[in-house]
């Protein structure tokens, strides 16, 4: 299959921008797969009411077909067409945090095909505050399933480079565009529990949600590998955000976990085994290593979680071995990077 790549910029006039978006929409109408941008990640998108579309996203990104999609939709107008039940708190909460970076699940109405929802009777539902996103969504029809535009067990892509690595002869169209700002997947908060859940963290953190709804529960798994449980969202399971080195997480007084780190990959060089490390910048200029990579500090989250997947895949490019990273306070959107990260490093932490 010949992928189509179009970019979207500011330069364009809102005729051309109107085409690009037609010309996307019917693909997708036409159970084609396109893949555009969100403020979170690239999506990889097809008609979330089409079970031949679904199957299709699994097979394009030899994705396990019983790990269930997030259906996208413009605006309110389109959820209760898709959902049974929705509580009074899941308004409330909308009404603060969508458009935006959260994911809701709910049960499903019988427009839902199973295919779309892995064989669950509930339906992970997403507003995306990217304007060319909703709109490309609405002129698609109103329903779009899309999980991450990664292949399965890669980083998921947050320039439209990283989806044509993935994609490029997979998917019928990419839509090429600015505005992917947050560079982590949505938060998922589960309101078909007694007590909304937080099955994976993002942007828009316990707290954040706490203020508006009250309590909140967040899956044990999220930070643990010890709970002996399965993460609730199916999709947690699986090994994922995984560097083809190794990754692993050093905790303790950042002064010391730089001299530590230091020491580490000097033995690693001593072998002749390639290097990385992703630093903070108070320490810019003392580590050591074949690749050195800095967002900003370590309190700098929003700049550490728009790199961290692109660190993750210039390791890869760069044929990195053996890499080290400061471990993250779990607070905020700290706890969205460390959930991160810990999987990167399959749960490898070493406390110093
Ligand atoms: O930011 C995002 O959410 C991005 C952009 C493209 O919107 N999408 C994304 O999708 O991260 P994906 O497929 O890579 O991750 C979806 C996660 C998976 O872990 C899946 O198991 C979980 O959501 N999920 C989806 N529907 C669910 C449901 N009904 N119950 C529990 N978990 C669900
Ligand atoms: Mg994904």
Do not use: C
């Amino acid at each position: 299959m010949n992928t189509k790549i179009v970019r979207i910029d500011d330069e364009n006039d809102t005729d051309y921008v109107d085409s690009v978006l037609k010309e996307a929409g019917d693909i997708i109408k036409n159970g084609g797969l396109v893949a555009f941008p969100t403020e979170t990640v690239y999506g990889l998108g097809g008609d979330g009411l089409n079970p031949k579309s679904s199957a299709k996203i699994y097979a394009a990104k030899g994705r396990p077909s019983d790990n269930p999609l997030i259906v996208h939709i413009p605006d309110m107008s389109y959820l209760e067409k898709i959902t049974k039940d929705v509580p009074q708190v899941a308004y409330e909460i909308a009404q603060k945090f969508w458009p935006g970076p959260l994911t809701m699940i709910f049960n499903k109405s019988d427009m839902v095909p199973y295919e779309t929802t892995g064989g669950l009777d509930t339906v992970a539902v997403r507003m995306p505050s990217h304007k060319l996103a909703r709109a490309f969504i609405k002129e698609a029809g109103g329903y779009i399933a899309a999980p991450s535009a990664n292949l399965s067990g890669k980083p998921s892509p947050t320039t439209a480079k990283y989806v044509a690595q993935d994609m490029d002869g997979r998917i019928d169209m990419i839509i090429d565009a600015d505005g992917v700002e947050i560079g982590l997947e949505s938060t998922i908060l589960d309101m078909t529990s007694e007590v909304p859940t937080i099955l994976r963290p993002g942007f828009i953190t316990q707290e954040m949600l706490s203020k508006v709804a009250g309590d909140i529960d967040m899956d044990v798994t999220i930070l643990s590998d010890s709970s002996g449980q399965a993460p609730k969202a199916p999709g947690m399971k699986y090994r994922h955000y995984a560097p083809k080195g190794e990754l692993v997480l050093i905790e303790g007084e950042p002064e010391k976990v730089v001299k530590y780190i230091n020491e580490k990959t000097k033995e690693h060089m001593a072998r002749g085994q390639r290097t990385g490390i992703i630093g903070s910048s108070e320490f810019e200029g003392m580590y050591q290593a074949d690749s050195i990579k800095i967002a900003g500090t370590l309190a700098d989250t929003q700049a550490y979680a728009r790199a961290l997947y692109t660190f993750l895949r210039e390791f890869d490019d760069e044929n990195i071995e053996y890499m080290y990273a400061h471990s993250f306070e779990s607070t905020g959107v700290g706890v969205a990077i460390m959930n991160r990260l810990l999987k990167a490093a399959g749960h490898r932490v070493e406390k110093i």
